[in-house]
């Protein structure tokens, strides 16, 4: 049999310094911010390349889409509410009313559903005071 020896590893307690936790929030904080920021430009860029590209290649403008929700949901932003109804939730499809998707006004609520997966969201009518 072969003879091991173990080898231990002695570590000197008085060479680390103690770095207090707040210090290292502020700077996660800061960088959190950073991140959430890039992925706003981003979810942007991405819905402005897909309203672009829905006449030439529909199925690019839904991949757009697709990345622009992953990115939100990554990164735990919300989606602003211009982009909101811009596309199914059901199937990721960029919406363009006429072309893939109808819009209804019924009983105080606006209607929209998807041409391709049948998805139907309801919104209401905001009644002005």
């Known amino acids: 049999?072969?003879?091991r020896t173990k080898i231990?590893?002695?570590?000197n307690i008085s060479e680390h310094k103690y770095?207090?936790?707040f210090v290292n929030m502020a700077a996660k904080?800061?960088?959190k911010t950073a991140f959430k920021k890039?992925?706003?430009?981003?979810?942007?860029i991405l819905f402005k390349n897909a309203e672009?590209?829905?006449v030439y290649n529909p199925e690019l403008s839904n991949r757009y889409v697709n990345i622009a929700r992953k990115i939100a949901m990554r990164q735990r932003i919300r989606i602003p509410s211009e982009y909101k109804r811009k596309f199914c939730r059901n199937c990721n499809s960029y919406a363009v009313p006429g072309e893939n998707m109808s819009v209804r006004i019924h009983r105080g609520k606006v209607i929209y559903k998807c041409g391709r997966c049948g998805y139907i969201r309801r919104f209401p009518i905001?009644?002005?005071r």
């Open 38 to 44: 890039i992925a706003m430009e981003r979810i942007d």
């Open 8 to 11: 231990h590893f002695y570590i």
């Open 29 to 31: 904080k800061s960088s």
């Open 1 to 3: 049999m072969e003879n």
């Open 52 to 54: 672009y590209e829905f």
């Open 126 to 128: 905001n009644k002005r």
């Open 19 to 21: 770095i207090p936790s």
